[in-house]
Every structure is written in structure tokens, then in C-alpha cells.
């Protein structure tokens, strides 16, 4: 079973940083994109950053391009989100998503349960 | 980058109608070379992460009950929930996945029972 465990979140103030870290399981992690979506109270999903299988393409949203860092270790089965120069536009619910395939641009087919962060001084 | 742009924002129906989600894209989101339109849908109940119900526009994931149907192309597209459930209570979304570097996701319909 295809399991994305996300960690990390909690309060932070603005121009502060947090790293948020998704566990996978259940699934070759290195035959798979991956991407963090976020999602703000009543709003709807928000693409933030994705990553291809082996690192070699990344892409983000202009919103956070510059801020926020993708990364992943396919050794540790792990993806990886570091948020520098927060905002308090960035609090959200932020989930950990499978693409279908090698590239991150494409559908989503497996989601973490998403955590948490709060940008608010 | 593309625009989903959905419509309408909800609705409520009763038990055993159709729902019908539409949802438009900027730009066309068919790719000529595959004839393939990178168009998903996915349903989100209250306090859960969305889930994919459909891809490349009209073919169900696995495990999504035929009752869900999607049709549409280039820009225009549907989600059709026939003989509505208690259980279809949810917000769904379209996303394109055409356009690179950017996924764009659509504003959401909410689906209530009447």
C-alpha cells in the first residue's frame, strides 16, 4: 500500500523558515515524480513544487520560486521542502503527492494526509 | 499559465440525480501527438486529502465507481456523477497537466445533497 507520510509543520513567524519532510513506502520511490500541494483554509489545492524521479527536473509555482527549495534522497525514500522568507500567505495545509510516472507534471495519484503550517507572528 | 476555471461553484441536488461539473481550461489542454487531453479530475471529502477519480480527461482510476464519468476536449470539459450517493458529498476539482512547469488546479465545485 502507498503510504506518504508528511512532517514538519507548525507555527512560524513571517521571514522565518521550516523543512518539511514526506516518508514514502509501499512503492519504488525512485520510479516516481513527486510534488508538494498546498491548501489554505476553505481555498483549493495550490501547486507549489514538483520533482522528477531522479532530481534532474524541478519546477515551482512563481508564488514561491526563489523562497522554497525542493529536494528529495531516493536512498532515505524521502521528499523534501525547504521554506525559507515565509509568509503569512503561505499557511496552509501542505500535502505530499505521487505523480504518475517519472516526471512530477503529470496527475496525482496517491496523497499524503498534509500538514500543517502557520505563518503568524 | 493555463486557467481552470470551474462552474458552479456548488450544488444540491437529491438522492439518485446527475450531477454535472463542468470545468474550463485558458488554453487547450490536447496534446496532438497522443490525441490525449492532460486533464484529471479528483474528489475531496471534508478533512481528507483529494483523491484521483479520473485521468487523461474520461478514464476512471481504479476503484472509482462507474457512476463517475468525464467527457470533453480541448478546452471544455465535464464530470458526471450519475444516480448521486450519499456518499458523492465532496468538493471536486479539475487539474491540467499540459502546461509545463505549472499544475494548475480549478476553484472546486461542492456537491451537497438536497
Known amino acids: 500500500e502507498v503510504q506518504l507520510l508528511e512532517s514538519g509543520g507548525g507555527v512560524v513567524r513571517p521571514g522565518g523558515s521550516l523543512r518539511l519532510s514526506c516518508a514514502a513506502s509501499?512503492?519504488?520511490?525512485?520510479?516516481?515524480?513527486m510534488n508538494w500541494v498546498r491548501q489554505a483554509p476553505g481555498k483549493g489545492p495550490e501547486w507549489v513544487s514538483g520533482?522528477?524521479?531522479?532530481?534532474?527536473?524541478?519546477g515551482y509555482a512563481d508564488s514561491v520560486k526563489g523562497r522554497f527549495t525542493i529536494s528529495r534522497d531516493n536512498a532515505k525514500n524521502s521528499l523534501y521542502l525547504q521554506m525559507d522568507s515565509l509568509r503569512a500567505e503561505d499557511t496552509a495545509l501542505y500535502y505530499c503527492?505521487?505523480?504518475?510516472?517519472?516526471?512530477?507534471?503529470?496527475?496525482?495519484?496517491?496523497w499524503g494526509q498534509g500538514m500543517l503550517v502557520t505563518v503568524s507572528s | 499559465d493555463i486557467v481552470m476555471t470551474q462552474s458552479p461553484d456548488s450544488l444540491a441536488l437529491s438522492l439518485g440525480e446527475r450531477a454535472t461539473i463542468n470545468c474550463k481550461s485558458s488554453?487547450?489542454?490536447?496534446?496532438?501527438?497522443?490525441?490525449?487531453?492532460?486533464l484529471a479530475w479528483y474528489q475531496q471529502k471534508p478533512g481528507q486529502p483529494p483523491k484521483l477519480l479520473i485521468y487523461?480527461?474520461?478514464t476512471r482510476d481504479s476503484g472509482v465507481p462507474d457512476r463517475f464519468s468525464g467527457s470533453g476536449s480541448g478546452t471544455d470539459f465535464t464530470l458526471t456523477i450519475s444516480n448521486l450517493q450519499a456518499e458523492d458529498v465532496a468538493v471536486y476539482y479539475c487539474q491540467q497537466h499540459y502546461s509545463t512547469p505549472t499544475l494548475t488546479f480549478g476553484g472546486g465545485t461542492k456537491v451537497e445533497i438536497k
Open positions: 503527492a505521487r505523480a504518475r510516472g517519472i516526471r512530477y507534471f503529470d496527475w496525482l495519484s496517491h
Open positions: 509501499g512503492f519504488t520511490f525512485d520510479d516516481y515524480g
Open positions: 487523461w480527461a474520461s
Open positions: 488554453q487547450s489542454v490536447l496534446y496532438s501527438s497522443n490525441n490525449k487531453n492532460y
Open positions: 520533482i522528477n524521479w531522479n532530481g534532474g527536473t524541478i
